[in-house]
């Protein structure tokens, strides 16, 4: 019997507490939520091209001093390094992961390079930029955009 008392007695208790907590939750009074953040405008991830720029000159410092000029054509170099050789006759793109259009485009807006498609979606960079002998001609180019930038 004993139990019996025991058990109505926490069965009462819990009956009392759930009513409690629902008399109480209905005399809450809950505040407006936050408004919501206006959203920032962020440039579009695909605007930005990654790339690698390697010298495939006997310039030193070259893939540096391009790679820092890159920003006129809406591109960044991740890495400057050298080429396999420095006997590359012309500066070439290589496109490693643009869709081809956007290829075509940043190939144009580097004075009509060469594009090779050479796609790895395994690679860290968007497209190769390889710097030959021609590269005067592309320093031009990237200055005047610079100038206009």
Same mark, same amino acid.
């Given at each position: ?9 926490i ?5 009392? /507490?759930?009513?409690? /907590? ?9 505040? *407006? !939520?936050?408004?919501?953040?206006? !959203?920032?405008? @962020? ?21 540096r001093?391009?790679? @820092? ?5 809406? &591109? ?7 080429a ?8 070439? @793109? /290589?496109?490693?992961?643009?869709? !081809? ?6 190939? &144009? *807006? ?5 594009? @090779? ?8 960079? *968007? &497209? ?12 031009e180019?990237? *200055? /005047?955009?610079? &100038?206009?930038?």
């Open positions: 019997m004993r139990v019996r008392t025991v058990v109505l007695m069965l009462l208790a819990a009956a009392l /507490i759930s009513v409690g /907590i629902g008399v109480r939750r209905d005399d809450l009074v809950v505040a *407006d !939520p936050a408004p919501e953040a206006e !959203p920032t405008l @962020l440039a579009p991830v695909d605007s930005l091209v990654l790339m690698e720029v390697l010298n495939g000159t006997r310039e030193a410092g070259l893939a001093d391009v790679g @820092l000029a890159l920003a006129s054509v809406a &591109a960044t170099a991740e890495r400057f390094a050298n396999p050789h420095d006997s590359f006759p012309a500066t070439l @793109l /290589i496109n490693r992961r643009l869709s !081809p259009e956007r290829a075509r485009t940043l190939a &144009a *807006d580097l004075g009509g390079l060469p594009l @090779l498609q050479e796609y790895d979606v395994r690679s860290d960079v *968007d &497209a190769v930029l390889v710097l030959g002998a021609d590269f005067a001609n592309l320093m180019i990237l *200055d /005047i955009r610079r &100038a206009e930038y």
